[in-house]
């Protein structure tokens, strides 16, 4: 639902509105009403949009570092790299922890629709077969689940693999 997006994303709810319209309108997403209560739109990535996911996914990292590393030969790349491995070394653990915590909001919205995925694979698969009790046992521990993932608001993912980032 919109609202819990909007929380886990750390997005004012206006600004997600703004971006489901965008990708509702280019056909990534579908909205759908609840079943059980019709005042709650349910969010669905359509293939189309999971498509588009997986292309950026795969192509964010490569084509972000090949534009902005472009000037550096290999051998500057690597001390650089070096370089801010030896400035992070030197923070102090605090602000390590910290700077470990900022996660990409649409590594989020994966790790939620991973997470949601399992959570449909673990129930049978099928909403619209699921009684109501089970509808609201999945959402009770769906819930529960997102609440312990280590990534809600401001918080990073540590533990969890890089989604949508190499190494």
């Given at each position: 639902?919109q609202n819990?997006l909007a929380e886990?994303?750390?997005l004012?709810p206006?600004?997600l509105?703004?971006?489901l319209k965008k990708?509702?309108?280019s056909?990534?997403i579908?909205?759908?009403?609840?079943?059980?209560?019709?005042r709650i739109?349910?969010i669905?990535l359509?293939?189309a949009g999971?498509?588009t996911?997986?292309?950026l996914?795969t192509?964010?990292?490569?084509a972000?570092?090949?534009?902005?590393?472009?000037?550096?030969t290999e051998e500057s790349?690597q001390l650089?790299?070096?370089?801010?491995?030896k400035?992070a070394a030197?923070w102090?653990?605090?602000?390590q922890?910290?700077?470990?915590?900022?996660?990409?909001?649409?590594?989020?919205?994966?790790?939620?629709?991973?997470?949601r995925?399992s959570m449909?694979?673990?129930w049978?698969?099928?909403w619209q077969?699921?009684?109501?009790?089970?509808r609201r046992?999945m959402k009770?521990?769906?819930?529960?689940?997102?609440?312990?993932?280590?990534?809600r608001?401001?918080?990073g993912?540590?533990g969890?693999?890089?989604?949508?980032?190499?190494?």
């Amino acid at each position: 639902v919109q609202n819990y997006l909007a929380e886990v994303l750390d997005l004012r709810p206006s600004s997600l509105a703004e971006l489901l319209k965008k990708m509702e309108n280019s056909g990534d997403i579908e909205r759908k009403e609840d079943e059980a209560d019709k005042r709650i739109k349910r969010i669905y990535l359509t293939d189309a949009g999971r498509s588009t996911a997986e292309k950026l996914s795969t192509n964010k990292e490569e084509a972000s570092s090949e534009i902005f590393f472009a000037g550096l030969t290999e051998e500057s790349q690597q001390l650089f790299s070096d370089y801010l491995q030896k400035i992070a070394a030197g923070w102090e653990t605090d602000f390590q922890q910290q700077a470990e915590r900022f996660v990409d909001p649409m590594d989020r919205l994966q790790a939620m629709q991973h997470l949601r995925e399992s959570m449909m694979d673990h129930w049978g698969g099928d909403w619209q077969s699921m009684s109501n009790e089970e509808r609201r046992q999945m959402k009770k521990e769906m819930k529960d689940a997102m609440r312990q993932m280590p990534f809600r608001g401001h918080h990073g993912m540590p533990g969890f693999p890089p989604f949508g980032r190499g190494g």
